[in-house]
């Protein structure tokens, strides 16, 4: 079973509407989650951690829940800049190990006018 | 912003060879990292590296590969004799430390390595 599982889409949405991308972890052990964007041949750079409560920055929700295992992401009033592939992150282990992160495949976004 | 840099951008090689990689990671930050992204899959955890030494590696580290931290700045990562299957993009990254209080990875721009 891999570590972090996504749906690769594409998600195919237009301008301002709300997209959700799901992701599922296996080590119950983990602590630390979180969504990544990373454009086309670009390094993941870090959208938002991903805590217990559920947090919002502005039009991007993330919330978990550890009983399912499950992490997911809101986008509401997609722009076309969010074209981008979304990368499901989480660190394999207790909390403060940063020793290894695991990504998923990357679910990818096309925002079109 | 301080930044993560990485050099060559782009590193063409033949089969056999050996690569250098090379990273500089934030100045004050304390875990490093080296991943690989073959192109179109996902991106993979090769090695992270903690107080000079190696903290985990996955199982894609083999006795191929080695890192180092020759100096105060420099991360490198080393590959003794490629093959074609190492051509992908390989990305450094930087973690401060627990005491920052953030868990936050910063990446680096990546180097294409692409083995003939």
């Known amino acids: 079973r891999k570590e972090v599982e996504q749906d690769p889409g594409p998600f195919n949405v237009p301008e301002g509407a709300t997209v959700a991308f799901n992701c599922t972890y296996s080590n119950s052990a983990s602590q630390s989650f979180f969504w990544y964007r990373q454009d086309c041949r670009k390094e993941p750079k870090l959208l938002m951690s991903v805590y217990s409560s559920g947090n919002e920055d502005g039009r991007f929700t993330a919330q978990l829940n550890r009983a399912s295992q499950y992490i997911s992401l809101l986008i509401r009033d997609s722009k076309l800049s969010d074209s981008a592939t979304y990368l499901c992150v989480v660190i394999g282990g207790p909390l403060y190990n940063f020793n290894k992160f695991y990504f998923g495949s990357g679910t990818k976004l096309n925002v079109k006018p | 912003e301080p930044e993560v840099t990485q050099t060559p951008s782009h590193q063409v090689t033949q089969m056999g060879q050996e690569v250098i990689l090379r990273c500089v990671p934030i100045?004050?930050?304390?875990?490093f990292y080296w991943y690989r992204q073959i192109l179109g899959q996902k991106v993979e955890f090769l090695v992270s590296f903690y107080n000079n030494e190696i903290s985990e590696k996955s199982e894609i580290f083999d006795d191929q590969f080695s890192v180092e931290r020759p100096d105060g700045s420099n991360f490198t990562l080393k590959i003794r004799s490629t093959k074609l299957e190492d051509s992908a993009m390989y990305f450094c990254a930087s973690n401060p430390s627990v005491a920052s209080g953030t868990d936050t990875q910063y990446f680096g721009p990546g180097t294409r390595l692409t083995v003939l």
């Open positions: 100045s004050n930050h304390l875990y």
